[in-house]
């Protein structure tokens, strides 16, 4: 196709912290912040309107570029009966033109927590992922256009359970999207507003070790 390569510049400037010891006298706490910068040129991509690039005019060129940036927050605390984690992360851009970059993901927000029990040998958690609502591009097929739509937050909770019985065996099981939530994920097929996520999911693992 005669195509050149992408380039892409990326820069990350970050801040760490590490405490032990404040509630009890086996805790750790860790935070950690991080903003990047992503600028890609000469990004590939494809004209396939015949209007705008008639054949035999390449469907293909290094035409483009675009520029994203955005920031991840963490934040961890354990001691030896529970754990906690708590990540953030928001990310913005736009290509060549100036159009916002819909393919994006969306601001989100996740908590991990859980208990060890029976030694630490039995691990039960839960996880709580909001994704806040977003701009997608839509392609309308009957005027053949593009427009923006909202496409809605929604917020998942699952469960899940280690369970070590012996040095060699040991039994998982795992609900995703315990309350069955209706949700569209980040792109549709065919330029729709979304596919639908999976609904409620179990899965159960048993593993040994000879």
Do not use: C
């Amino acid at each position: 196709l005669d195509l050149g390569l992408e380039y892409s510049d990326n820069t990350e400037v970050g801040v760490t912290f590490d405490a032990k010891n404040l509630i009890t006298d086996n805790d750790s706490l860790t935070a950690r912040f991080i903003y990047f910068d992503i600028n890609v040129d000469d990004e590939i991509t494809s004209v396939t309107s015949e209007a705008a690039n008639p054949l035999p005019a390449p469907r293909y060129a290094n035409r483009a570029s675009n520029d994203r940036d955005g920031i991840e927050f963490e934040l961890n605390f354990a001691t030896t009966m529970l754990y906690t984690n708590l990540a953030y992360s928001n990310i913005d851009g736009e290509d060549h033109l100036g159009e916002p970059l819909w393919y994006l993901p969306a601001d989100k927000l996740a908590l991990n927590a859980g208990v060890f029990v029976l030694d630490n040998a039995l691990r039960i958690g839960t996880q709580i992922i909001q994704n806040a609502a977003r701009d997608v591009q839509v392609y309308d097929r009957t005027t053949r256009t593009y427009t923006t739509q909202t496409q809605d937050s929604y917020a998942l909770v699952d469960l899940y359970a280690n369970w070590s019985v012996s040095e060699k065996v040991n039994l998982r099981v795992a609900v995703d999207n315990v309350f069955n939530k209706e949700y569209k994920l980040m792109a549709g097929t065919g330029g729709g507003i979304g596919d639908y996520g999976l609904g409620r999911n179990i899965k159960t693992q048993v593993s040994w070790r000879f």
